[in-house]
T-cell receptor, first 118, second 110 residues
Framework: GAGVSQSPSNKVTEKGKDVELRCDPISGHTALYWYRQRLGQGLEFLIYFQGNSAPDKSGLPSDRFSAERTGESVSTLTIQRTQQEDSAVYLC????????????????FGPGTRLTVT | KNQVEQSPQSLIILEGKNCTLQ??????????LRWYKQDTGRGPVSLTIMTFSENTKSNGRYTATLDADTKQSSLHITASQLSDSASYIC?????????FGAGTILRVKS
């Protein structure tokens, strides 16, 4: 079946504008994760969903960032009033179930959305 | 505070040669350790996942080792190919979330 897809693949926006990034997980995967990857750095966890609820939002950098998931499927990450430091690749991943103790569910990543804030 | 450190940052080797990438971590508690391969412009792809009780796991020409006592892992690539050129990322799970290293960029040249 299809893998994780993300759109758009590239987004250039002006500072101060809002952007929405979309993630379509693998069908049947109940867990969905958002990460940010700045150039030359490791992935930073932002938020994850188990079903449509978000048990852990600890990684969201500020209240300008929000995410939602509907129908245990598509998720959108919204960044309001974008700043230049928001420029990064935003990666989405899904897994059959959420990460948990002694659980080694594979995370499958999408290709990412490259966001550039000018 | 970076809890997963990888070395070297980058590496260039000739096609056909072997190489070993290192990962040290301080993540606690420890649930499992993963190695991912990330091609340029793509999302990471899982290579191996090891739990506390496993000290080696292979996936084709990739062999990962884990020493949970010293909190070290390595990824050994045998008979490298041009397609092995990528970033290799070490990831440690604390049972609730994954902590990612910054990666080692490997370039295999002919």
């Amino acid at each position: 079946g299809a893998g994780v897809s993300q759109s758009p693949s590239n987004k250039v926006t002006e500072k101060g504008k809002d952007v929405e990034l979309r993630c379509d997980p693998i069908s049947g995967h109940t867990a969905l994760y958002w990460y940010r990857q700045r150039l030359g750095q490791g992935l930073e966890f932002l938020i994850y969903f188990q079903g449509n609820s978000a048990p852990d939002k600890s990684g969201l950098p500020s209240d300008r960032f929000s995410a939602e998931r509907t129908g245990e499927s598509v998720s959108t990450l919204t960044i309001q009033r974008t700043q230049q430091e928001d420029s990064a690749v935003y990666l989405c991943a899904s897994s059959l179930k959420a990460i948990g103790w002694d659980q080694t569910y594979e995370q499958y990543f999408g290709p990412g959305t490259r966001l550039t804030v000018t | 505070k970076n809890q997963v450190e990888q070395s070297p940052q980058s590496l260039i080797i000739l096609e056909g040669k072997n190489c070993t990438l290192q990962c040290n971590y301080t993540v606690s508690p420890f649930s499992n350790l993963r190695w991912y391969k990330q091609d340029t412009g793509r999302g990471p792809v899982s290579l191996t996942i090891m739990t506390f009780s496993e000290n080696t796991k292979s996936n084709g020409r990739y062999t990962a080792t884990l020493d949970a006592d010293t909190k070290q892992s390595s990824l050994h690539i045998t008979a490298s190919q041009l397609s092995d050129s990528a970033s290799y990322i070490c990831v440690v799970s604390d049972g609730n979330k994954l902590v990612f290293g910054a990666g080692t960029i490997l370039r295999v040249k002919s």
